[in-house]
């Protein structure tokens, strides 16, 4: 069955990088999109960035833009999410998903991880 492993989060100080990592099993990895969503305790899964299948188009909110950076390698079925002048804000779980095309909407997306706590602290 299809399995989405994310890895790599952890607890950093404001300013500060992590690099996450998403490796999937059990789809063909190079035609689907992929993305990164994020839920803060209490709030709705909010969308990070997503990336499609060649790696050419990427979007990115606009909360992390210029600071996070998108990127997948398909040889090794892995998408990288690199986190930059990380601030409190950002402390959220961090889930990769799959999908069939580049979206923003949660619904969109049919394959999900368990997800990697992230923790910014001030």
């Known amino acids: 069955q299809v399995q989405l492993a994310e890895s790599g989060g952890g607890l950093v100080q404001t300013g500060g990088s992590l690099r996450l990592s998403c490796e999937a099993s059990?789809?063909?990895?190079?035609?689907?999109?992929m993305a990164w969503f994020r839920q803060a305790p209490g709030k709705e899964r909010q969308f990070v960035t997503a990336?499609?299948?060649?790696?050419?188009?990427?979007d990115y909110a606009d909360s992390v833009k210029g600071r996070f950076t998108t990127s997948r390698d398909n040889a090794r079925n892995m998408v990288y999410l690199q986190m930059n002048s990380l601030k409190p804000e950002d402390t959220a779980v961090y889930h990769c998903?799959?999908?069939?095309?580049?979206?923003?909407?949660?619904?969109?997306?049919?394959?999900w991880g368990q997800g990697t706590q992230v923790t910014v602290s001030s």
């Open positions: 998903a799959a999908g069939g095309v580049l979206e923003r909407r949660v619904g969109m997306y049919d394959y």
């Open positions: 059990g789809l063909t990895f190079s035609s689907y999109a």
């Open positions: 990336i499609n299948w060649s790696g050419r188009s990427i």
